[in-house]
């Protein structure tokens, strides 16, 4: 059984761009979360798709945003780029996600802002 | 606003030693605690996970500890070996929150041979 994948691996933006990340969730989860990491802050949760609508959201400006589609598949984006949005973005999925549930997580995009 | 204090921030042991981090937290609506292992380049991967109507669990050489009155919990990894090394996180999760977890700083384990 495959993993959670996530793409790219890397990528180096500058600022004001936009960049959005992809991830594809264990095949028959249907939750995906998006988490940031960086040396400074940890690891911070951005938000959670379930059944392609946002069910949480965490303490993040609007420039960072989500979508999940049909076969729940994620993507996020993010706006008008800054350089503290240097970090790992990491993406896990769990079949329903509910509390003592597994998570998984995959290996993040991490993102450069020059 | 951290939620979850993990220390200490590094950790250095032998092979064999007994590794100890903790964990204290302030919300009392946190109703699961997981433990996470994360290599370099690596995403987290779940270790183990408490509840808190349980005071002790064991998973192989992994062990929580959990004191509810006190909030706080802690990891102890037995005979601990060089493979163990790796980046520690506790985390804490509220039952209605879905998949929202609130992640302790995080602790580096280093085992010497």
């Known amino acids: 059984k495959a993993g959670v994948t996530q793409t790219p691996r890397y990528l180096i933006k500058t600022r004001g761009q936009q960049v959005t990340l992809s991830c594809s969730p264990i095949?028959?989860?249907?939750?995906v979360s998006w988490y940031q990491q960086t040396p400074g802050q940890g690891l911070q949760f951005l938000f959670e798709?379930?059944?392609?609508?946002?069910?949480n959201k965490g303490n993040f400006p609007g420039r960072f945003s989500g979508r999940q589609f049909s076969n729940s598949r994620s993507e996020m984006n993010v706006s008008t780029l800054e350089l503290g949005d240097s970090a790992l973005y990491l993406c896990?999925?769990?079949?329903?996600?509910?509390?003592?549930?597994?998570?998984?997580f995959g290996s993040g995009t991490q993102l450069s802002v020059l | 606003q951290q939620q979850v204090k993990q220390s200490p921030q590094s950790l250095i042991v032998q092979k064999g030693g007994i590794p100890i981090i903790n964990c204290a937290y302030e919300?009392?609506?946190?109703?699961?605690f997981p433990w996470y292992q994360q290599f370099p380049g690596k995403g987290p991967a779940l270790l183990i996970a408490?509840?808190?109507?349980?005071s002790e669990k064991k998973e192989g050489r992994f062990t929580i500890s959990f004191n509810k009155s006190a909030k706080q919990f802690s990891l102890h990894i037995m005979d601990s070996q060089p493979g163990d090394s790796a980046t520690y996180f506790c985390?804490?999760?509220?039952?209605?929150?879905?998949?929202?977890?609130?992640f302790g700083e995080g602790t580096q384990l280093t085992v010497n041979p």
């Open positions: 408490i509840r808190p109507d349980v």
């Open positions: 896990a999925s769990s079949f329903l996600g509910v509390s003592n549930e597994k998570l998984f």
């Open positions: 985390a804490a999760l509220e039952e209605t929150s879905g998949s929202r977890l609130t």
């Open positions: 919300n009392t609506a946190f109703d699961y």
């Open positions: 095949s028959g989860h249907r939750s």
């Open positions: 798709y379930f059944s392609e609508t946002q069910r």
